[in-house]
Structure formats: C-alpha cells, structure tokens
C-alpha cells in the first residue's frame, strides 16, 4: 500500500538545524507533489513547504521563506526539509503527505488537497 514515513525530528537549541526526511512508497506513479505540514499543541495544522515532483517547483510559507529548503531525491523517493535558524515557533509535529491531484499551482499549501499522510516527526526547539 502507499505509504509515507519521517525521519528527523527531534530537540535543538534555537538557531540550530535539522533536516527531515519523508519517504514514499507503494504509489503507482510520483504524486504531483509533497508537502510538509507542522502542527502545534492547539493550533490548526500549517502548510510549511512543497515540492512537485516533475520541475521541483516549491512554495513556501512566509514564516519559514529564507529558513527552510525542501528538495528531492527521485532515485530514492526521499523528499527533505532542510530546517535552518530554527526558533522556539517552529516546534511542532512535522508531517509529510501527498497530493496526487495538482489543483494548484505550483502546489498546495492547504491540507485538504492531500490524502496520504505519514505518522509525524516532532521537533522541539528550546533551550
């Protein structure tokens, strides 16, 4: 079946780094894009970043732009979010998903538009 795991997650001192990964799975062909959500305790679940997966074409959310870069290995079906000058309100559960319908351009932000999601990978930045 079609799966997504994540990896990376974990505790950093803010303006520390950590890359995630999101690997996939069981898709008959490359959905038309990944993205990376964050979810923190009593808030609504945000759009961080995401990825097409034919011209890498990206979109990132204003709170993380300059910050974080998402990339992709199509060999490997690994997509990344390279996370740098991390602060405390980045902390949060990071999960990957797949959109495989492409209604927007150049990918979506909003999590309805994905229907597979991984299990999450926390990252917590405090000192």
């Known amino acids: 079946q079609v799966q997504l795991v994540e990896s990376g997650g974990g505790l950093v001192q803010p303006g520390g780094s950590l890359r995630l990964s999101c690997a996939s799975s069981g898709f008959i062909s490359d959905p038309y894009a990944i993205g990376w959500f964050r979810q923190a305790p009593g808030k609504e679940r945000e759009g961080v970043s995401c990825?097409?997966?034919?011209?890498?074409?990206?979109y990132y959310a204003d709170s993380v732009k300059g910050r974080f870069t998402i990339s992709r290995d199509n060999v490997k079906k690994t997509v990344y979010l390279q996370m740098t000058s991390l602060k405390p309100e980045d902390t949060g559960i990071y999960y990957c998903?797949?959109?495989?319908?492409?209604?927007?351009?150049?990918?979506?932000?909003?999590?309805?538009?994905?229907?597979?999601w991984g299990q999450g990978t926390q990252v917590t930045v405090s000192s």
């Open positions: 990825i097409t997966s034919s011209e890498s074409l990206t």
């Open positions: 998903a797949a959109d495989e319908s492409g209604a927007y351009y150049p990918c979506s932000r909003h999590a309805y538009e994905y229907n597979t």
